[in-house]
């Protein structure tokens, strides 16, 4: 962990000792009882912040590096085993001077989403690390011309663009916008996840005989 200059006003804490100390706080039980609104822990700024753990009774050092480890596990664990796996096609549109096709299209991604979701790995409802890798795939095929001038593409297969998704290649709006559309996708997985794993437990659950 990187530390910051010594400062005559501040205690010798990084910024990521600040933010994992504001964490830490705002996970806190009692936490309620000191603060008002618990965003504001977010905040707050070091000093504040070791004179709210003093009136808790909480270990500052202790909690910072508690919450540093508890981070660590959670992103190690969802980059290990995202939350949702799969594939979200679309209509691609491919303009080239002066002429225009379209293309099916689809992204391959791997997310984790900021909610609280059904884990498969550990069958029950978790709230991991978020996150997304995806890449973007185009399907090709050969080209056949018909004298009623019509065309009709061949069996296509999938090809994988890499450029496409290199920063600056497209505006952030239209990732975003997808990356929208991926998390609405997981979201109706999750809801049948969840339909599934109340099904399992509800067979699972013996039934009470009656005793004549």
């Known amino acids: ?24 706080l705002s996970q806190h039980p009692d936490v309620a009882q000191h603060v008002a609104n618990i965003k504001d822990v977010e905040q707050m700024q070091m ?9 808790m009774g909480v ?14 596990q959670l992103s190690r664990y969802s980059f290990s085993y995202p939350g949702f796996r799969g594939e979200f ?13 379209m293309r099916k299209a689809k992204v391959v991604y791997e997310h984790t989403p900021e909610w609280e979701y059904y884990d498969l790995r550990k069958k029950a409802l978790y709230t991991g690390w978020s996150g997304s890798r995806y890449h973007i795939e185009v399907a090709a095929g050969s080209v056949r011309s018909h004298e009623d ?3 009709t593409l061949g069996t296509p297969y999938w090809v994988r663009m890499e450029d496409i998704t290199r920063e600056d290649i497209l505006p952030h709006e ?16 999750d809801a049948e996840r969840r339909r599934a794993a109340a099904a399992q437990q509800a067979k699972a659950k013996p039934t009470s005989r009656k005793h004549h």
């Not at 501040?10 to 830490?24: E, F, K, Q, T």
């Not at 270990?59 to 660590?72: G, K, L, N, P, V």
Request: hydrophobic share 40%; charged share 35%.
């Open 149 to 151: 001038d019509t065309v």
């Open 89 to 101: 096609e679309f209509d691609l549109t491919i303009a080239f001077l002066g002429t225009s096709t």
């Open 174 to 189: 239209a990732w975003d916008a997808l990356l929208d559309a991926v998390d609405e996708q997981c979201k109706l997985e």
């Open 47 to 55: 000093w504040s912040l070791l004179t709210l753990a003093k009136k």
């Open 1 to 24: 962990m990187r530390s910051s200059k010594p400062n005559r006003k501040a205690p010798d804490i990084d910024v990521l000792a600040r933010h994992y100390l504001s964490r830490g």
């Open 59 to 72: 270990d500052a050092d202790a909690t910072i590096r508690a919450t540093e480890e508890h981070d660590d």
